[in-house]
């Protein structure tokens, strides 16, 4: 049972423009968002996190929302880079230190 | 400063072969360490799971296992490999309360034949 789901596992968008990456999740005792980037044969990298008492972190170019009634957060990424260009993981805690991880968006971000 | 270091970077075995991933991390004392594999395609899935030297929890049933010697080492293993154990193997650690981001190694691309 997928737990956090990223139902698009590809993105494409244009440089200069917004990069919105969507995740999904099941479990109700959920109260710990996080975003990770990961370059090709390289270890994930924290992005942004988001706590459960919360609706939107914003750090820099990046912002995360929460919709909790919806089950759903999003990353907002503005404006997008070609450096940008990476799979993105949204992951998900219950008030422990074990993470729940999605499958992935693949975001390309073209001149 | 924390660093977090795995190796080999890349490793290729035959099927029914042992094997030996060593992860290490500095700067930081009783961290949390985690073995995670992201398979082609697919995200990333975590293995085993540790809070102390000697304490491992697994976590889905397969064809390898962990171990914690010393409070910075994590090493996981294998006694013959199957060609499902191909993936990307990626170990992290953390500060071991919750609410806590991992902070993940540069991988082991493991390719079993």
């Known amino acids: 049972d997928q737990q956090v789901k990223q139902n698009s596992p590809s993105l494409s968008v244009q440089e200069g423009r917004i990069s919105i990456l969507n995740c999904d999740y099941t479990?109700?005792?959920?109260?710990?968002f996080l975003w990770y980037k990961k370059y090709p044969a390289e270890g994930p990298t924290f992005l942004i996190s988001?706590?459960?008492?919360?609706d939107k972190n914003e750090d820099g170019r990046f912002t995360v929302f929460l919709n909790k009634s919806a089950k759903h957060l999003s990353l907002h990424i503005v404006p997008s880079q070609p450096g940008d260009s990476a799979v993105y993981f949204c992951?998900?805690?219950?008030?422990?230190?074990?993470?729940?991880f999605g499958t992935g968006t693949r975001l390309q971000v073209f001149p | 400063s924390q660093t977090i270091h795995q190796w080999p970077a890349t490793l290729v075995q035959p099927v029914g072969s042992p094997l030996s991933l060593e992860c290490t991390v500095e700067?930081?004392?009783?961290?949390?360490l985690y073995w995670y594999r992201q398979a082609a395609g697919r995200g990333l899935q975590l293995l085993f799971y540790?809070?102390?030297?000697?304490?491992i929890s697994s976590e889905v049933p397969q064809n390898l296992s962990a171990s914690r010697p010393q409070d910075r080492q994590f090493i996981l293993s294998s006694k013959k490999l199957l060609l499902s154990d191909s993936g990307f193997y990626l170990c992290a650690w953390s500060a071991g309360r919750a609410y806590n981001e991992q902070f993940f190694g540069p991988g082991t691309r493991l390719t079993v034949l």
């Open positions: 988001i706590s459960s008492i919360k």
């Open positions: 479990n109700s005792m959920f109260d710990y």
């Open positions: 992951a998900a805690s219950a008030n422990t230190d074990k993470l729940i």
């Open positions: 700067g930081t004392s009783n961290p949390n």
């Open positions: 540790s809070v102390g030297i000697g304490q």
